[in-house]
């Protein structure tokens, strides 16, 4: 028999939990400049508690070719990669109106 999911009351197969979080996030995503002038994209606002956290953190990771890290419900990783990753995002199963893109 399969385990059933606390929060919907569904398998955990079926379980809707991570969609219906994914549309509820307000998303930031902005760069910013580290030791030696070196850009970064941070991404924050996802929360680790429905989301994992660093699986999302994988897949952008692998589809830019970068380095980066999560911690405290904030990704960040090398490059600048704001537009692209906002596209990502949105491919994952973000809603593209709670993602904002700073310049």
């Known amino acids: 028999m399969s385990e059933i999911c606390t929060t919907c009351g569904l398998p955990q197969e079926l379980c809707v939990c991570e969609t219906i979080a994914k549309e509820s996030l307000t998303i930031k995503i902005y760069t910013i400049k580290k030791k030696f002038g070196k850009k970064y ?5 996802i929360t680790d508690k429905d989301i994992n956290l660093k699986d999302v953190t994988k897949k952008l990771k692998n589809t830019f070719a ?3 890290t999560a911690k405290d419900g904030v ?4 490059g600048a990669h704001t537009q692209r990753s906002k596209e990502v995002l949105v491919t994952m199963g973000f809603a593209p ?7």
């Open 66 to 68: 970068c380095g980066g």
């Open 41 to 45: 994209t941070v991404i924050e606002g």
């Open 75 to 78: 990704i960040e990783l090398q």
């Open 97 to 103: 109106e709670s993602i904002e893109v700073k310049q």
